[in-house]
């Protein structure tokens, strides 16, 4: 069983960037594919991006195409999320997920694929 936890979240202005980490403990984490998703208030939790275990394969959602990046070190047992050129509607609290590899497939895009999550890292973006 694996433990998630995030962090590097905060306020930035509009067009500024922000790096998230998310730190994993407890399980072999480099069998692990890992998503990030995130809930802004009032709304849905929604895919963002997400890697497969060996980082082969990287997945974004549209809106954050081409703005962020998502990478690992499973020698480091942690995943991040490098998000630049953020907007405001990026605000919401960001969750690190995790899933292990499965020969049935990886469906990155829905939370209920993943087993393990962290507790989120709120990010703010002013306008």
């Known amino acids: 069983q694996v433990q998630l936890v995030e962090s590097g979240g905060g306020l930035v202005p509009a067009g500024g960037s922000l790096r998230l980490s998310c730190a994993a403990s407890?399980?072999?984490?480099?069998?692990?594919?890992v998503g990030w998703f995130r809930q802004a208030p009032g709304k849905e939790r929604e895919f963002v991006a997400a890697?497969?275990?060996?980082?082969?394969?990287?997945y974004y959602a549209d809106s954050v195409k081409g703005r962020f990046t998502i990478s690992r070190d499973n020698a480091k047992n942690t995943a991040n999320l490098q998000m630049n050129s953020l907007k405001p509607e990026d605000t919401a609290v960001y969750y690190c997920?995790?899933?292990?590899?499965?020969?049935?497939?990886?469906?990155?895009?829905?939370?209920?694929?993943?087993?393990?999550w962290g507790q989120g890292t709120q990010v703010t973006v002013s306008s």
């Open positions: 997920a995790a899933e292990p590899w499965s020969p049935m497939g990886f469906n990155y895009g829905l939370g209920s694929t993943y087993d393990y």
């Open positions: 890697i497969t275990w060996r980082g082969g394969s990287t």
């Open positions: 407890g399980g072999a984490f480099s069998f692990y594919h």
